[in-house]
C-alpha cells in the first residue's frame, strides 16, 4: 500500500542551491518521517515531524508540514555533493509500520 | 549510535533453493521488519515482528516466511527461492509505539536468484 508521493521524482540542481523536495500523501498520520539513501545502501532517518507540528529544522535541513493539505516538503540549504541521494517520506500512523514513497532522487551537480 | 546488521551485501542463489537472510540490531529494539526495495515500486514491507515469536504480514508476504526466536534477530526466509525474488532486501528496526517509531535501516542484501 502506498501513502506518500514525492515529487519531483529527480532532480538535478548546482552546488550550493538550495533543493526542495515534496510529498502528498492520502489519509491522516501520526507523523511523517524523511530518509535518505545513498546508491545501494540502506536508508538513513533524517528528521520526523509529528502531526501537531508545522515546521522543523535540524542542521540544514528543514522540513514543513500542512495536514489540511496532506502534504510535506523537505528543503536542504546550501546543497553540498556529499547530498547526492535518493530521499523518501514516511508516513507514520498509530500502529508502529510507516509507509515509504517511491523516492526523489538528488543530484547534486559541481 | 544504533547498528542493524545484515549477514550479506551481496548474495547469488539459484532457483529453488532455501534462502535465509538474517538480520541483528543491538538497540533492544521490539520491532524489527523486512522490506524489499524494487525500482520504481519503492519500498514494501514483507513482513513485521514487534515481539519475540510474533509475526504480521506485511503487503508482499507471499513466498516469505519469518522466524524471531530472540528479541535481536530478524531472519527472512525464502522457501523455495523464484527470479522474481531477485531484489535489494532491507531489514529495520524501531522502539515499540507510534510516537517515536523511526526506523534504523541495514546496509540491505542484493540477492540474485538465477
Known amino acids: 500500500s502506498q501513502q506518500g508521493e514525492e515529487d519531483p521524482q529527480a532532480l538535478s540542481i548546482q552546488e550550493g542551491e538550495n533543493a526542495t523536495m515534496n510529498c502528498s500523501y492520502k489519509t491522516s498520520i501520526n507523523n511523517l518521517q524523511w530518509y535518505r539513501q545513498n546508491s545501494g545502501r540502506g536508508l538513513v532517518h533524517l528528521i520526523l515531524?509529528?502531526?501537531?507540528?508545522r515546521e522543523k529544522h535540524s542542521g540544514r535541513l528543514r522540513v514543513t508540514l500542512d495536514t489540511s493539505k496532506k502534504s510535506s516538503s523537505l528543503l536542504i540549504t546550501a546543497s553540498r555533493a556529499a547530498d547526492t541521494a535518493s530521499y523518501f517520506c514516511?508516513?507514520?500512523?498509530?500502529?508502529?509500520?510507516?509507509?515509504f514513497g517511491k523516492g526523489t532522487r538528488l543530484h547534486i551537480l559541481p | 549510535d544504533v547498528k542493524v546488521t545484515q549477514s550479506s551485501r551481496y548474495l547469488v542463489k539459484r532457483t529453488g533453493e532455501k534462502v535465509f537472510l538474517e538480520c541483528v540490531q543491538d538497540?533492544?529494539?521490539?520491532?524489527m521488519f523486512w522490506y524489499r526495495q524494487d525500482p520504481g515500486l519503492g519500498l514494501r514491507l514483507i513482513y513485521f515482528s514487534y515481539d519475540v515469536k510474533m509475526k504480521e504480514k506485511g503487503d508482499i508476504p507471499e513466498g516469505y516466511s519469518v522466524s524471531r526466536e530472540k528479541k535481536e534477530r530478524f531472519s527472512l526466509i525464502l522457501e523455495s527461492a523464484s527470479t522474481n525474488q531477485t531484489s535489494m532486501y532491507l531489514c529495520?528496526?524501531?522502539?515499540?509505539?507510534?510516537?517515536?517509531?523511526?526506523?534504523?535501516f541495514g546496509p540491505g542484501t542484493r540477492l540474485t536468484v538465477l
Open positions: 515531524i509529528r502531526s501537531n507540528e
Open positions: 514516511a508516513t507514520g500512523s498509530r500502529d508502529d509500520k510507516i509507509i
Open positions: 529495520a528496526s524501531s522502539f515499540l509505539g507510534s510516537s517515536r517509531n523511526e526506523q534504523f
Open positions: 538497540m533492544d529494539h521490539e520491532n
